[in-house]
């Protein structure tokens, strides 16, 4: 099973005319905002922090490269081939290394896994951006990733931020300027019910070790002028938590 050609095209396109700035792009959020408030969490709950850290969707490097600062041996990993050009652009002296991967074929993930042995992953918004038939298949994924000894850690817009997206795609003036790209290339963000995430770890063998409730940061401002940030749910997960 891998993804469907029209949607790894849709996220080619989108990252082939996205702005090249920092910030330019909807989730594009300073990694302070996003994944150094996500490592607070993890960190203290890996089993073995020596193990490489796979960031998975990695796009174009911004969460990646602040991980390759702190973790011996980080390996960004995205479907999209534009998006990974531009990771490597911004990371001129390979702190970190990038893979592209399509999560939902069962083969590379083993393939990955076989190469680099087990491994903490780190997985931002990218489960709800999977069409729903692929999004088994990525926490299987992370699963084989992860395998005896790695920990995960997932972030997703829970139910709730889908009536926020909503509300500002219905705006009165459109979407916001750096969500209307978003839509216009087909890959508009999906709902997964708040239920489904820990149903989808544990079908893949994983087990909750801690989860909670964290605004997801965006580049966005709403009309008032305040950063627009989504309800999320996050979620640490192995095969053998403490």
Known sequence: MSVTSRYRESWESFWREAPQEQGAVFWDAEPVLAVARHLALFEPRLADPGLPLVDLGCGNGTQTRFLAD???????????????????????????????????????????????GDANVYVRGVLHQCEAGDRQALVDAIATLAGDRGRAFLVEPSEEAGGVLRDLA??????????????RHGIA??????????????????????SGTLPLTT????PDGT????????????????
């Open 189 to 210: 963000p999906g709902e997964v019910a708040d239920a489904a995430v820990p149903g989808f770890l544990a079908a893949a063998g994983l087990t909750v070790a801690a």
């Open 227 to 242: 950063r627009i940030e989504l309800p999320s749910l996050w979620y640490v997960a192995g095969r053998a938590t403490d």
């Open 70 to 116: 702190r973790f011996p041996h980080v390996l960004g990993a995205d479907l999209c081939a534009a998006a990974l050009d531009r990771a490597r652009a911004a990371d001129p002296d390979g702190r970190a290394a990038y893979r592209r991967l399509d999560a939902a074929d069962r083969a590379e993930t083993k393939a990955l896994h076989a190469e680099i």
């Open 170 to 183: 219905a705006g009165p003036a459109g979407p916001p300027p750096k969500l209307a790209p978003v839509l």
């Open 219 to 222: 580049t966005e401002y709403g």
